[in-house]
């Protein structure tokens, strides 16, 4: 069998201008790097402004296992699939970060015959968007020190600066740092550290920002830290705003690639989908809207965690309505989430399956609450058999819903026939009505309150008193109207990565909240969260090399 | 008058397809980035290895003095003109550092009607080099420390680490950290700082290569730190050359812009001059000498450090030998040297001229100490007067050279017409007899003393005890061969920045030795270097932002 490398390696790419071209894009509207990649244009992005929207569909998934899923992939095999129905189709995608390359992570481009390519492009420096984002976020920490050591005009409180530096690199020795020693020409010395560039809000801000002039507010709202007395410093006080947004403006254009079956894929953006929102970028989403009958487009990690925040927090402040919305699945995960250990999912295990749908029937019901018509997209494995399938297939069906198989990985566009001509259903039937799952003025503790009953069915919500009273700050300096960003375990409905399936009646422990003023939502910290990880004893980075012609080995 | 930013937004930029044509690159060769910027693909560079080359020019200075001297736009302004007068020529520079452009620096691009453009690219991200640069760096960084974390497998002494990481940022609260805090998590705690990218042995490696195997065989003879008991542990140990070389790869590909008036130029690399050898790669250099008939590069500060570098390190490692030489000064500059304030740098005065000349005329000799013929190119300003003009003209004719008054800055290609003429006589004339100031036999102390004593014309070489044990150690381990890489003030001959026009009778003081064992040289480290530098009370960062149509305004 093929890796998903020497597919991509095999596939014929189109030059990016004929791919544009069939999209709607003209060559004068490209920026291109390298014959297969492109920047469009901002001023041909605004120039759409005035044209319809296409139907929005959203590709979820269940709590993820280490079984595996499959969300990219079915993206991308829809949007194939979509396209070889006839349906003017485009796909938007995040980009992955460089980071998890060298750990044990694969590429995050698809799998098979359902890949964006070039891939390894993709996963490594792709158009430096990742790179202007880093610079972007310690452009802002360097000023914020440097304003320390000319004299801290604003009184920022040296303990209380919460903007940390970024890397798009696995560096666990970078999360926790003393930094500015070696005596005075090097500042004051303070406690640091880095996260991974995706946790930066900058990149929050990079995917939720509508144009230029909002993405350079938005930088000028993020909070750098606080005064002695509790008044926020912002990067506009320290000036970084403009700056900041001069290093983002190239990389602020969405990105247009193609699948190997040669649809076009703006790929654009990477929150992480934690500490922030999880999803591309409101630029590449709206552009594809304005050029396409539809847009497939995915959220990160389970829909309790990413499509909540599609919805609640980027549909919100973009003003998105998704047609339609597919939960994708495979009977391996199904049979993790029904107990079976990850060594003996090769044995059928029709009653693991019925034990593990609940998961899957949990995040139907709940994207249902958001007004959107559900269909599951089931990933075939050469395991599944007839019953495990049947099963999943009846308990759907049993709630109203579909679960289609699905085949794409091996068969390309015809393995995900089904799946595009039931979505094209749902969004022919005209029946969603999407509305958020809260509104802005309820408080900021009952919007966490209505995602933990109505999403996650906890049976209560912990807020410590000094938390508590950290969210009325929030409120009281005018920030009562923002969404809320959940950071928790993306393995279950809980806070606790071990309860699969579907619990209910758990604690929700909201352990800290943080202000994101720039990307426009508070974070609530709901467990342990890790924003710069490591890299393994094994790194991949060890096996990675150029072969004697120059091409990379090793890397997926 | 305009600025070099509306000079350069005004000009009327050729597509860089038609610059390669003109250059004997066909399309196929080139990966554009957007219209203007092309990489040139790394085959194409490899199938004209069988060509004759052309001829070698390099453009070096006078010690630096805050009055300016304009090496870079003479260079391009030479450039210019050679092509103007029928001569085929490519211009070979550096890629600007991002992080100055914060600071107080404008951008490293040339200026007024002698460019290199577009100038907002080069000067911010380009293609991306210097963030590939630094990934690289940081890689290995982080694979050092998770080597420790996992068990430390090779010995590696923690607390004799050499290995820094890198951004492309000023910042000076990075210089000196302790990494690896908060706990068994995150590593092993100890002392670390980052350096900037230009900085990183990683740029002078990339610089250095001939080629992608060359490439990432420098990159695993890297020296990251030692055992308790003095062993090198280098990156191929830690198996984080092939992922770096990975990373590196399509950075390495030479990158082709054009000047103002349409010249083609490449533009890669940029090693600073102080702990690197301060000139574009070797890559670049290569490809332009086997395109055209005559090449105009570059060498960083004064030609103390940055020919006596180019010259001995980068013409050494890659059997380049150059046909001539300019040594740019100005008449403001050197009464600078002869002794007055910039203050009063409007005033005529003679008499200074006739003292600060012996600076340059100490680098013409010199530079004639290589074997090459000189010819010295003298920015005109306004303020110039013609006594003082014909001072230097004199005092270089009187030792066998020509001042040619040059005015490319406000005239273009005319304006350094007849310098260009200069220059084709000199490489008519086949003066040129090339040799290295030292032999690869001579001991380590023995270059630096050979340095000292030809090139900066000290009395006599400090070398401590220990600076000298290690030196000895350096050649027990096989680096006896290895040329040396001096880094001392730019300002001055001497290592004291005071001690301006032709000093004599010095004390050279080698404060400390690294080994650049990727590099291939031995750095030499006499008085204090910056690795990484600070940003000003104002940074211009608090003066950069977007406009209302989304360009950068004060950015230069």
């Not at 044995?347 to 958001?370: C, I, Q, S, W, Y």
């Not at 003023?517 to 096996?543: D, K």
């Amino acid at each position: 069998m093929a890796t998903d490398i020497e597919i991509a390696r095999a596939a014929t790419l189109k030059p990016i201008r004929e791919i544009a071209e069939a999209a709607g894009i003209p060559e004068d509207a490209l920026e291109p790097y390298g014959k297969y990649k492109a920047k469009v244009s901002l001023d041909f992005v605004a120039a759409q402004q005035g044209r319809p929207d296409g139907a929005l569909v959203l590709v979820t998934g269940i709590n993820p296992t280490p079984a595996g899923e499959g969300k990219t992939t079915t993206t991308v095999g829809l949007g194939d699939a979509l396209n070889a129905l006839g349906t003017k189709t485009m796909i938007a995608l995040r980009e992955p970060s460089l980071g998890p390359c060298f750990g044990v992570k694969g590429g995050a481009t698809g799998g098979g015959y359902a890949q964006v390519v070039p891939m390894e492009d993709i996963n490594l420096h792709f158009t430096g968007d990742f790179h202007a984002i880093t610079s972007a976020n310690n452009l802002l920490a360097a000023m914020v020190d440097n304003h320390l050591y000319w004299g801290n005009g604003t009184g920022l409180d040296a303990r209380r600066i919460s903007w940390r530096r970024a890397l798009d690199m696995n560096d666990r020795a970078l999360r926790g740092i003393v930094a500015s020693l070696g005596g005075v020409a090097n500042g004051f010395p303070r406690e640091d550290g880095f996260d991974i560039t995706v946790a930066s809000e900058v990149m929050a801000v990079f995917c939720l920002a509508k144009d230029l002039a909002d993405l350079q507010a938005r930088l000028g709202r993020m909070v750098v830290g606080q005064t002695r007395d509790g008044r926020a410093v912002t990067a506009k006080d320290l000036k970084a705003d403009g700056a900041m947004a001069v290093l983002l403006r190239d990389a602020f254009a969405p990105n247009l690639v193609q699948t190997i079956e040669g649809s076009p894929a703006l790929v654009h953006g990477g929150p992480f989908a934690n500490i922030a929102h999880g999803c591309n970028s409101v630029m590449a989403t709206r552009l594809a809207l304005k050029l396409a009958d539809v847009v497939v487009t995915e959220a990160g990690f389970g829909a309790d965690l990413g499509a909540e925040k599609f919805l609640d927090i980027k549909c919100r402040q973009a003003g998105l309505k998704p047609a339609a919305c597919v939960v994708v699945a495979t009977v391996r995960a199904l049979k993790m989430h029904g107990g079976v250990a990850k060594a003996d999912l090769g044995t059928e295990d029709v009653a693991a399956v019925k034990r593990g749908v609940v998961n899957l029937a949990r995040h139907v019901e709940n994207v249902g609450k958001f007004g959107i018509p559900v269909v599951v997209g089931l990933n075939r494995f050469s395991s599944d058999t007839e019953a495990e399938i049947a099963a999943v297939q009846a308990a759907m069906h049993a709630m109203g819903t579909e679960a289609i198989l699905c085949t794409h990985w091996g068969d390309g566009a015809k393995g995900a026939a089904g799946l595009a001509r039931a979505v094209k259903g749902l969004i022919d039937g005209g029946r969603a009505d999407f509305a958020p799952l809260y509104t802005d003025h309820v408080s900021l503790a009952g919007k966490i309150e209505t995602i933990a009953r109505e999403v996650y069915r906890a049976g209560s919500v912990a807020i410590p008193a000094p938390v508590a009273a950290k969210l009325k700050r929030f409120e009281e300096d005018g920030f009562r109207d923002l969404p809320v960003c959940i950071a928790k375990t993306q393995y279950s409905f809980s806070a606790d990565p071990t309860a699969l399936g579907a619990p209910t009646g758990h604690v929700l422990p909201v352990r800290e909240v943080r202000l994101s003023a720039g990307a426009g939502f508070v974070v609530a910290v709901c467990g342990e969260i890790m924003t710069m990880p490591g890299l393994p004893r094994r790194p991949a980075a060890e096996s990675i090399h150029l072969d004697a012609e120059g091409r990379i080995e090793g890397l997926f």
